[in-house]
């Protein structure tokens, strides 16, 4: 398996509501990261997962809250969501790091994506 | 972190090699470089990776100088499908992995 699943493909929400994005790989990666994507503007990284330990947080607002329960699986949690939140959120992995011969550890494998629209 | 510098856009015909370079002056010596394509509404797709000098397979290469400060990707013969965003990322570790603005290649008939 060499892919990473992403649900649900599309989400429609009001600012009230909670619901949640998942990620999964079976690739045995060790790190996971989720990405927001705005319409002509390059992913911007929200969340790094390394080891199912939260390594990076980018500022990101408490409304999103992003959960690791396994190495396999990523959510990212949305509750009371702005109009502005709305874009397309990527989830990738990577074999991670603390290896001695690193090449292709960081190479990164997206998911589809989630297009979230926040009404 | 190494910033990228990239152009924002490009155009070219059909048939015709394709070259985008990327700027990284503060790459540190644990850096590889790492080249990702991107359709409209999916998610980027890895295309190459290098360290050093060449590297090819079977879709691109990447020319990399001796003093790693840039690197270029090298396309044969693009095609219509490979419109797309390629976007460069310089970095060793997994804190590594931001994005910068890409470059928005535009192929021709």
């Known amino acids: 398996d060499t892919e990473v699943t992403q649900t649900p493909k599309h989400l429609v929400m009001g600012m009230t509501n909670k619901k949640s994005l998942k990620c999964e790989q079976h690739?045995?990666?060790?790190?996971m990261y989720w990405y927001k994507q705005k319409a002509k503007k390059p992913p911007e990284l929200m969340f790094v997962?390394?080891?199912?330990?939260?390594?990076i947080n980018e500022s990101v607002p408490s409304r999103f809250s992003p959960e690791c329960p396994n190495s396999s699986l990523l959510n990212l949690h949305l509750h009371a969501l702005q109009p502005e939140d709305s874009a397309l959120y990527l989830c990738?992995?990577?074999?991670?790091?603390?290896?001695?011969?690193?090449?292709?550890?960081?190479?990164?494998?997206f998911g589809a994506g989630s297009r979230l629209t926040v009404l | 972190l190494a910033k990228t510098t990239q152009p924002i856009s490009m155009d070219s015909y059909e048939g015709q090699e394709v070259n985008i370079t990327c700027s990284h002056n503060?790459?540190?010596?644990?850096?590889?470089i790492t080249w990702y394509q991107q359709f409209p509404s999916q998610g980027p797709r890895f295309i190459i990776q290098?360290?050093?000098t060449k590297v090819t397979n079977e879709v691109a290469s990447l020319f990399i100088p001796a003093d790693r400060k840039s690197s270029t990707l090298s396309l044969p013969r693009v095609s219509l499908s490979d419109t797309a965003v390629y976007y460069c990322?310089?970095?060793?570790?997994?804190?590594?992995?931001?994005f910068g603005a890409g470059t928005r290649l535009t192929v021709k008939p």
């Open positions: 997962y390394s080891y199912e330990k939260l390594s």
């Open positions: 503060n790459i540190a010596t644990n850096d590889y």
């Open positions: 990738a992995s990577s074999l991670g790091t603390g290896l001695i011969d690193y090449s292709g550890a960081n190479v990164l494998t």
């Open positions: 990322l310089v970095g060793y570790n997994n804190n590594d992995m931001r």
């Open positions: 290098g360290y050093k």
């Open positions: 690739m045995g990666h060790r790190a």
